[in-house]
């Protein structure tokens, strides 16, 4: 094991050695968080004798938790494989998302909630056609109402940990009443099919600690170090299970940046960060100020953006990275022209880089020569007009000016032009370009149309985060509802979505009988389905291919014990006749979307369906099988983003951008409207959470920025005339360059 203080600062080494009591890092971005959090976990273990078993650390995407186990146990010279934990937990440190780790929480003590341990967990997918169900039954029309807003309204309450009764004496107005009355047939629906949905995992494991002193009193003493990651996106759920589990000892120890909170839209709260010292009498509070990810210019640009907000703690970023190239804001006409400025600065820092490297290997190669600097830009004067106060425009107009370096002194108005003169080469996308180190980072999904076809046009390769997920294929999402019905013989959303799939001419009105019938003898619909045969409102046909269908499940469970996930897999697909009828669909199967792609490409995603069940090829049986729908169940977009898949221009939201870091980063739609976006601009609150989601923008950057905006946009199906954004017009003139497209 390596000597663990040789690579961290004092100010890291200050928090991995302050292990007793409340403790509060701030963490500003690239300050090395992780490193810290995983040193001080290797900390504990080897130089504090704590048991591995007494560490709970908490973050919130997959990713995260593999990254800190990964260079936790690394430290410790321990295989990583070791430290995971599908079951229970072991005698390795507790590392997850909230949501796994109070899924593991739940499968240990369900009957004390009154569910089984084979419960499912429903996506956004099954909550909605779950709702749509609800719904219907209540002769309430998905069409007038839309399920979607009426789940959000139920997930609010749940983040607040409030019941369907609490939540109705909180409503205001009939649609608030409605919701909660819709809540708490939710969640009956939710009993009976023995599921639970994502908010359920954690409000469901406050009142399990609430409601029995002897589970929390359990987990207390199990877990004496708990340390939760990116504080500042916890949500009331989640600040109050936290403060349960820590009660007792107070060793909490979290880390998070103020700076960076940008999700209160799924119910983060900032004062749980910024309250920290008042909630944990007695804490000591660490910043950790030094970045090591991003070149001073772009450092300072991101103080500069934030320090227009009033509502956060103190702190002041810096590097000891230096460069010569200041970030860039670009304004050019349209989407089209934005997505096309993208390509021409690639292509441009490419020249540059292999340019370097020639350069490099030239001095080398000649140390006593000397080379010419040039400067093949061309500057233009720009005169402000007039004396009136300025206006948004006026200012961000104003501050396209910078330094010239030849004269010491501010070039007033000076602007630099680009040639405008399209400069893509028809090969980019066949150039040997290291794709994965440029990111285009936008506000909304929708962003990424224009983007996309010309990155089409060129065969430039790339990756959508947030777009149509791996997990919502519909030939994945019909292969977890088999194994889920497998597991959980009551799951009604999974027995509704597989069961004529496929076709084996069972209609609506046929299975809502056997639900009847089960409901009646009080069994699963699956074991109601195998004694049919005798009813009499069912045709002998249709029983004998319910019968026939209830003899998947049966069979696979005679072998289940035995087999691994893959197995699984292979036996009941191949028993239902699924991949037969991939095949015998091909490519124009009316019943797929066209984003499912063609018969070749649905079974190459089970294919990978099949390489994820891998994972757990040391689990057999039952086991195996809950440890995996939990762990695909959990899976957030951000998981999926895996740069060694190949090389690919990274194309996500701001949200999704959060923890990532890339050389080349282009911030793109600096528009009012956009960035911010015109559901802040009336709510300070949301205003400065808005300048947050720019500041991430900017931070996510080593070293090159490109800040773009366009004059005009196609939006929401109309030509919209753009403002520039007003955080443009807080960015100085020191720290950035302004150019204006010359096609515009």
């Known amino acids: 094991m390596l000597n663990l203080f040789d690579e961290l600062n004092e100010k890291q080494i200050k928090a991995v050695k302050t292990i007793k009591g409340p403790v509060l890092i701030l963490a500003g971005a690239g300050s090395g968080k992780t490193k810290t959090l995983t040193h001080r976990i290797a900390y504990l273990i080897s130089e504090c004798s704590v048991l591995p078993r007494q560490i709970l650390a908490v973050t919130f995407t997959n990713k995260a938790a593999a990254e800190l186990r990964n260079r936790a146990a690394g430290l410790l010279g321990q295989d990583p494989k070791a430290w995971h ?17 109070c899924a593991r929480i739940l499968r240990e003590e369900a009957e004390k909630i009154g569910f089984r341990q084979s419960f499912v967990i429903y996506d956004a997918q099954d909550q909605k056609q779950a709702m749509k169900n609800i719904m219907r039954e209540q002769g309430i029309s998905p069409k007038e109402l839309n399920p979607s807003t009426i789940l959000g309204m139920i997930s609010r309450a749940k983040n607040e940990l409030l019941s369907s009764s609490e939540m109705d004496a909180d ?121 090591y990810r991003s070149t001073s210019p772009i450092v300072e640009l991101g103080n500069l953006i934030i320090s227009g907000n009033k509502g956060q703690m103190k702190k ?21 022209r934005e997505a096309e400025m993208i390509l021409e600065k690639i292509n441009e820092t490419e020249a540059q880089i292999t340019k370097s490297k020639t350069q490099t290997n030239y001095k080398i190669q000649n140390p006593n020569k000397h080379e010419s600097a040039f400067d093949d830009e061309i500057s233009y004067d720009y005169e402000s007009e007039g004396n009136e106060e300025p206006g948004i425009l006026d200012k961000i107009m104003s501050t396209f000016s910078k330094h010239d370096s030849k004269s010491n002194d501010f070039a007033s108005g000076m602007l630099r032009m680009s040639s405008g003169i399209s400069n893509i080469p028809l090969d980019i996308g066949q150039q040997n370009i290291n794709w994965n180190n440029y990111a285009v980072l936008y506000r909304t999904n929708a962003q990424s149309r224009a983007i996309e076809e010309v990155l089409l046009k060129y065969c430039v390769p790339y990756r959508l985060i947030g777009g149509i997920r791996f997990y919502e294929r519909k030939e994945i999402k019909d292969t977890l509802a088999y194994l889920r019905l497998l597991l959980n013989p009551n799951d009604g959303v999974s027995l509704a979505r597989i069961i004529n799939e496929p076709s084996r001419g069972i209609g609506e009105k046929t299975l809502a009988r056997v639900q009847q019938i089960s409901r009646e003898r009080d069994m699963s619909v699956l074991s109601a389905m195998s004694g049919i045969e005798n009813d009499k409102q069912i045709s002998p046909a249709r029983a004998q291919a319910m019968k026939n269908f209830s003899l998947i499940f049966e069979r696979a469970l005679n072998q289940l014990a035995q087999l691994t996930v893959k197995e699984i897999i292979d036996l009941i697909l191949k028993r239902a006749g699924y991949i037969d009828m991939l095949k015998a669909l091909g490519d124009e ?8 792609g063609g018969e070749k ?15 757990f090829e040391v689990l057999r049986g039952k086991e195996a099988l809950e440890a995996f729908l939990e762990e695909v169940s959990l899976v957030a977009d951000i998981d999926t983003y895996d740069p060694r898949s190949g090389q690919a221009l990274t194309l996500m939201t701001l949200h999704s951008a959060k923890g990532l870091e890339f050389d080349t980063v282009f911030l793109v739609g600096l528009e009012e409207g956009l960035l911010p976006h015109s559901n802040s601009l009336i ?8 300048r947050r989601l720019c500041y991430v923008g900017i931070t996510r950057a080593r070293e090159r920025l490109y800040i773009i905006h366009t004059a005009q946009r196609a939006l929401h199906g109309s030509i919209v005339t753009n403002t520039p954004s007003r955080f443009l017009s807080e960015l100085g003139n020191e720290y950035v360059e302004f150019f204006d497209d010359a096609r515009w």
């Not at 934990?85 to 780790?101: D, Q």
């Not at 359990?218 to 500042?232: A, L, T, V």
């Not at 199967?589 to 499912?596: E, L, M, N, R, T």
């Not at 709510?683 to 808005?690: I, K, N």
């Open 85 to 101: 934990v599908w079951r229970g937990f072991g005698f390795c440190p507790a590392l997850g998302t909230f949501h796994s780790i």
């Open 171 to 291: 409503a205001r107005g009939p649609i608030e009443k409605l919701a909660s009355r819709l809540y708490a047939l939710y969640q009956d629906y939710f009993k009976k099919n023995n599921a639970m949905d994502f908010d359920d995992l954690l409000m469901l494991c406050v009142r399990l600690f609430q409601k029995h002193a002897d589970v929390l009193k359990k987990y207390q003493n199990m877990w004496q170090y708990i340390m939760i990651d990116e504080y500042q996106d916890t949500n009331h759920a989640q600040y109050t299970w936290a403060c349960l589990l820590a009660g007792k000892l107070g060793n909490i120890f979290v880390v998070g940046d103020d700076w960076q909170g940008i999700y209160s839209w799924r119910g983060a709260n900032i004062r749980n960060i910024l309250e920290f010292e008042k909630d944990f009498k007695g804490a000591r509070v660490i910043r950790l100020e030094q970045n």
């Open 316 to 336: 002041k970023l810096w590097t000891e990275k230096k460069s010569d190239f200041l970030p860039q804001v670009v304004q050019v006409s349209d989407e089209v």
């Open 589 to 596: 199967g009316p019943s797929f979307a066209k984003a499912s």
């Open 601 to 615: 490409e649905r079974i190459e995603n089970i294919e990978e369906l099949k390489n994820v069940a891998k994972k």
């Open 683 to 690: 709510d300070p609150e949301q205003l400065e959470e808005e």
